[in-house]
């Protein structure tokens, strides 16, 4: 295998970075975006003293600047006015806050670990996926290309919790201990769910050509997903008070007030004491 001159390949090179569509901001920029944004609607975690402390008023411009920075290279690519977009998520911030409030308080009071509401939005990773995640939707319907993909994507990388922008989320969302869930983009989740690690809400087959089509289960109010279920497909719809038990493997509907449960057998045998002599 040969390699290229060095000027052939920063020829090769150029050409290829010329062709790409989109320009992005970068991934550490989004990342300290989303915390700072967090951090500025829940700042139960303090500062080193020797920091300086802004106003909220400061807080707020530098947020909006930070995101009008971001927006610079997708400009292109907006369906509105850049002004427009930026009115319209900081206009839905208010109502983003009280949902995770009601996210928060859901976590704190079904989890018999938690101690009180400031450690599940200082620590808790589920609750930082949900917060990103609110946000990143937040994102997508005001029009932003890429940027909301990145953001969850972050959060992805820090708790382990993959959820789809696009996917569609009621209030009073539960997520406990987290690694391992995976929400995909036209998932469908009601009011007061919880979700344990290693849940996937995903499609019964990857294929380009149903990227336009619901691909993802719908998921009833105040139903409960224990750990490492999987449950598959557009049509599948899990009625509302539903419990799905660990392991389960599910690509049908079950109706409200279902209990699904996967069945293993485990053996347990006796063995007899060893002899003394």
């Not at 989303?34 to 609607?41: A, P, S």
């Not at 402390?53 to 995101?67: F, H, I, V, W």
């Not at 930026?86 to 409030?101: C, G, H, K, R, T």
């Not at 149903?210 to 409960?224: F, G, M, W, Y």
């Amino acid at each position: 295998m040969t390699s290229d001159h060095p000027d052939s390949f920063l020829s090769r090179l150029s050409r290829q970075n010329d062709k790409y569509r989109y320009k992005l901001p970068s991934r550490q920029d989004a990342g300290k975006f989303i915390q700072n944004l967090i951090n500025f609607l829940f700042p139960i975690s303090q500062d080193c003293p020797a920091c300086p402390n802004k106003d909220l008023t400061m807080k707020y411009a530098d947020l909006r600047k930070d995101l009008d920075c971001m927006l610079q290279p997708l400009i292109p690519h907006l369906e509105k006015d850049k002004e427009e977009i930026l009115n319209e998520v900081f206009a839905s911030i208010p109502q983003i806050y009280d949902m995770l409030l009601l996210d928060a308080r859901s976590i704190t009071d079904n989890d018999p670990a938690s101690v009180s509401i400031e450690e599940v939005i200082s620590v808790y990773p589920g609750f930082m996926a949900i917060a990103t995640y609110r946000f990143a939707h937040s994102f997508a319907h005001c029009g932003i290309p890429l940027l909301p993909r990145m953001l969850t994507e972050f959060a992805h990388g820090q708790t382990g919790i993959d959820i789809h922008p696009n996917a569609v989320i009621g209030h009073s969302f539960f997520i406990d201990h987290g690694t391992g869930v995976v929400i995909g983009e036209t998932t469908h989740i009601g009011n007061n769910v919880k979700l344990y690690q290693g849940v996937t809400l995903g499609a019964t087959h990857v294929s380009k050509s149903l990227a336009s089509r619901k691909r993802h289960p719908t998921i009833e109010d105040n139903v409960v997903v224990y750990a490492n279920a999987t449950i598959l497909g557009g049509d599948t719809v899990i009625g509302h008070d539903s419990v799905i038990g660990g392991n389960a493997w599910l690509v049908r509907s079950v109706p409200p007030f279902s209990q699904v449960y996967h069945q293993s057998k485990i053996e347990i045998r006796q063995q007899s004491a060893p002899s003394v002599t």
